[in-house]
């Protein structure tokens, strides 16, 4: 019977033995790509070495500040395309100065040590804490001495408590003046009785909103005593504005000497409104003569100090009045804020310095806007119930650390978040020495069309 044989031989026909010479589609596919690829990352690198650019071997992303150099790798690195340490702190100093923390500092950390770079950081100024752990976990000064806590480890029980709260020194200031009872409800004041609120006196900076107890009064341009960084967040608008007596009393505490006047006194120095004071009176006999002969009336409660009988001339009577005026003044009016050392017969008694803190944490930088969202009452506690100008209303440490701590839904706890590291009163004048030219690329300064 004929039929299919299957002999191994047969079987063995099927097999194409030179199979290892011809190549799969997938491994010569495999290959065809590899060679593809390389081609195209070797043409790739070639253009990008033709077209000056380095970014290929960089280790990640330059900081937002610095992108308009992220491409210009010798801006930092001392050598084109040679990595790993080679940048140095003069290199920075090529467009910036660093000026240096203490004195009493015993080395100088290097620039990349705290600004660290390849991270694509918006703001290179936030450092990382280990860089100042890294002296004060454990700190050694040149003299061996210290002002500061030595071991502080974090923005945590190691940090010391601020220095008006830790020292317990009283408010220096001489002004005279009792938060609870101007807070309390119906105070009298100019035309009715009102609620103050913290704002009617404090407010960080003038806005354009009115004063409701005070004249309009051109804003003082606060004065932290501390310079800051060149682009610090802080601003003079970090701080209270301090009070004053024209812009947050005058309104309810007025300068009035003299029935017949009309003008309250000037807010100055008692030579001043001394001067201001004869001068109105004299204005005003000048104008009503008939009154000179007139007898003597007591003015209000003072007592009288001048004889009940009539002044003889305008002179005399202005002499009278000065002297009543000076009485209330001294001895009353300006006494209720200021500690006069008024004797009788002191035309002119000193007025101490008022010496209102405008900056109490000279080490440590606060923000009132930063913080706007949060009531003042929550950090300032003691305010409510304060009779006294010699009580410190500040918030200890603790209250800080209720939102500035580690962890999530926390505000920002880093050193840098809260302190000045370079002392910026020693900033150095840096040499401009790049053309705009260099920096974008231009052929030519000259040529200003393309400069757009
Ligand atoms: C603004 C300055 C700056 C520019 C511009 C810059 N770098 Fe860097 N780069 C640094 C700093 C700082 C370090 C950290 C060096 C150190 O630790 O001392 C660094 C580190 C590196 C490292 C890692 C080296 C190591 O030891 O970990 C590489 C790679 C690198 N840079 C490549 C580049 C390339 C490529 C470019 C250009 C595309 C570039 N850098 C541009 C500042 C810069
Ligand atoms: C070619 C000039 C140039 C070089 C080199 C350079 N910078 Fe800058 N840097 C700038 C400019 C421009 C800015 C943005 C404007 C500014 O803040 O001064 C800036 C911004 C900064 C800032 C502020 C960023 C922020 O948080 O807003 C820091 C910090 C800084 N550079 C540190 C360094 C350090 C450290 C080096 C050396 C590794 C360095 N720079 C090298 C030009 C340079
Ligand atoms: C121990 C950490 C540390 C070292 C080292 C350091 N810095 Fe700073 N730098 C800071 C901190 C923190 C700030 C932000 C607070 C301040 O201004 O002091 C800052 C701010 C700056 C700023 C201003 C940023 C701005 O826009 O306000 C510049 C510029 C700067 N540093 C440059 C340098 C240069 C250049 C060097 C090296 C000579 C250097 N820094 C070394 C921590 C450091
Ligand atoms: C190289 C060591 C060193 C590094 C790094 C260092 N400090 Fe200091 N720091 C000192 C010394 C020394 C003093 C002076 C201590 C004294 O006089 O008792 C000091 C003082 C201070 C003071 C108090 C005095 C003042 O004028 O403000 C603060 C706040 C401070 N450092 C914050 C920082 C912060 C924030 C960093 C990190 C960005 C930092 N330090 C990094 C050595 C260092
Ligand atoms: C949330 C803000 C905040 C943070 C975060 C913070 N500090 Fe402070 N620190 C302050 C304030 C405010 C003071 C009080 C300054 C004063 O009394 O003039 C202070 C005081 C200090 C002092 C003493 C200064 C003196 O003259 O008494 C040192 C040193 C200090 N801090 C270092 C650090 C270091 C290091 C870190 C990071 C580990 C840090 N601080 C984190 C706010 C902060
Ligand atoms: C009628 C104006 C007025 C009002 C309203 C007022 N203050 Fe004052 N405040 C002053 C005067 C004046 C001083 C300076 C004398 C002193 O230190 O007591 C002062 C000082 C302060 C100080 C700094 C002095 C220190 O010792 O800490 C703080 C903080 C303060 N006030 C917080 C508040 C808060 C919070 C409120 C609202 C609850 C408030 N003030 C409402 C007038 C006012
Ligand atoms: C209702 C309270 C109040 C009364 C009343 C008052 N002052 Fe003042 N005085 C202040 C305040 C607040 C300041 C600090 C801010 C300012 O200059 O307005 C001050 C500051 C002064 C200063 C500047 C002190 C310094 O630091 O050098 C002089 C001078 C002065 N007053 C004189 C007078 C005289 C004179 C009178 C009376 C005619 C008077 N004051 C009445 C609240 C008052
Ligand atoms: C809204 C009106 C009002 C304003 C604004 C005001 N005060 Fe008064 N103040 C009063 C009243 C009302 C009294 C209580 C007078 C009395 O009963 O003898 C008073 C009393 C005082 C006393 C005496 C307190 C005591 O314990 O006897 C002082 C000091 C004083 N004020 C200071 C100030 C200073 C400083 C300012 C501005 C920063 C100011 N006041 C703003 C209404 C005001
Ligand atoms: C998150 C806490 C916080 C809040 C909220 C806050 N303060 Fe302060 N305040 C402070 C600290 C901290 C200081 C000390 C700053 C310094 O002088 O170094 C201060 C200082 C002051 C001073 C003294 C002058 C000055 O600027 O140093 C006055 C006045 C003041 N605050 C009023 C207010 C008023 C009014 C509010 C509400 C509108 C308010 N504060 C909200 C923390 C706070
Ligand atoms: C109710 C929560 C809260 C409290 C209490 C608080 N902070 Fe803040 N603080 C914040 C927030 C939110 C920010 C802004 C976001 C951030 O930087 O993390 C901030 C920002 C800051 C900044 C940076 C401001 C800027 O503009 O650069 C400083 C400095 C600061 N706080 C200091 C303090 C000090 C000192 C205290 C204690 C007297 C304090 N904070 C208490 C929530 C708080």
């Not at 002002?147 to 974090?154: D, L, T």
């Not at 302190?419 to 030519?444: G, I, N």
Request: net charge positive.
């Amino acid at each position: 019977m004929a039929g299919r044989t299957r002999t191994t031989k047969k079987l063995a026909q099927r097999i194409d033995r030179n199979y290892f010479k011809n190549r799969f589609a997938i491994a010569r596919w495999r290959q065809y790509l590899s060679l593809a690829l390389t081609a195209a990352g070797l043409i790739w690198l070639g253009a990008q070495a033709l077209a000056n650019r380095q970014t290929p071997y960089s280790s990640g992303p330059i900081a937002v500040p610095h992108a308009f150099i992220g491409n210009k790798c010798n801006s930092c690195h001392a050598v084109n395309t040679s990595f790993g340490k080679s940048v140095t702190d003069q290199a920075c100093s090529a467009c910036h100065s660093g000026p240096v923390h203490q004195k009493e500092q015993t080395f100088q950390p290097a620039c990349a040590e705290c600004h660290l770079e390849h991270r694509g950081a918006t703001r290179l100024a936030q450092t990382s804490d280990k860089a100042c752990t890294a002296c004060h976990g454990d700190l050694k000064t040149k003299s061996v001495t210290f002002h500061v806590a030595a071991k502080i480890k974090g923005f945590d029980s190691s940090h010391p408590e601020f220095t008006p709260l830790r020292t317990k020194q009283p408010d220096p200031g001489t002004i005279k003046f009792n938060h609870q009872m101007h807070l309390k409800k119906d105070l009298r004041g100019a035309t009715g009785n009102v609620q103050m609120k913290c704002d009617d006196c404090h407010r960080s900076n003038t806005f354009a909103r009115p004063w409701p107890y005070g004249q309009p009064v051109e804003a003082k341009l606060v004065d932290t005593g501390v310079l800051r960084a060149p682009h610090s967040r802080l601003s003079n608008r970090s701080y209270m504005e301090p009070v004053e007596y024209n812009r947050n009393c005058s309104a309810c505490h007025t300068l009035m000497f003299d029935k017949r006047i009309k003008e309250p006194a000037p807010h100055t120095e008692p030579a001043r409104v001394r001067a201001f004071v004869i001068g109105k009176l004299q204005e005003y006999i000048a104008a009503h003569t008939s009154e000179i002969g007139l007898p003597e009336e007591t003015e209000g409660r003072i007592p009288p100090r001048v004889p009940p009988v009539p002044a003889k001339n305008a002179a005399e009577w202005v002499q009278r009045r000065v002297a009543q005026a000076e009485t209330l003044l001294w001895g009353k009016t300006c006494k209720e804020c200021h500690s006069l050392g008024f004797a009788a017969g002191d035309n002119t008694p000193p007025v101490p310095k008022a010496n209102l803190t405008t900056r109490w944490l000279k080490h440590g930088n606060f923000d009132h806007p930063a913080h706007q969202m949060v009531v003042c009452s929550s950090c300032h506690k003691q305010a409510a119930t304060s009779m006294l100008t010699s009580d410190v209303l500040l918030p200890g440490i603790k209250v800080c650390q209720t939102c500035h701590h580690s962890g999530d839904e926390a505000a920002s706890s880093t050193c840098s978040e809260c302190h000045q590291y370079h002392d910026w009163t020693k900033e150095e004048f840096v040499e401009p020495k790049l053309t705009a030219a260099r920096v974008f690329h231009l052929p030519s300064l000259t040529d200003v069309s393309k400069w757009q």
